[in-house]
């Protein structure tokens, strides 16, 4: 097994990172469970909708805006999904059948 040569300082950032998302997972999902559970027992639609928007806007924030913020961090580009698909297609051409 090799040692863990991350700097404490990385280490440190990560972990508020992650505590941080936690945070604001906790806290849509708090909002999630109050407008659904308001929604239920006053019979109002719209408080169900906005459950929804809110569940919506965990995974934005959670997971595409995480995203982008980690590549900034690294210096990588955007994925390109379209030239990725073409690969993945070109891939798939050059293989042998399986049978």
């Known amino acids: ?3 863990d040569k991350t700097p404490a300082e990385i280490k440190a950032a990560r972990r508020r990172r992650e505590r941080n998302r936690m945070w604001i ?7 999630w469970w109050a407008l659904f559970i308001l929604g239920l027992a006053t019979g109002q639609d719209w408080f ?3 459950g929804w928007l809110a569940v919506s806007a965990e995974v934005v924030v959670l997971y595409g805006l995480h995203e982008k913020v980690l590549r900034k961090i690294a210096g990588r580009p955007a994925v390109d999904y ?11 051409k050059g293989r042998p059948e399986e049978d």
């Not at 379209?82 to 993945?88: F, I």
């Open 1 to 3: 097994m090799s040692k």
């Open 25 to 31: 997972g906790g806290g849509f999902l708090a909002l």
């Open 48 to 50: 169900l909708w906005a």
């Open 82 to 92: 379209g030239r990725l698909r073409k690969l993945e297609k070109a891939e798939i």
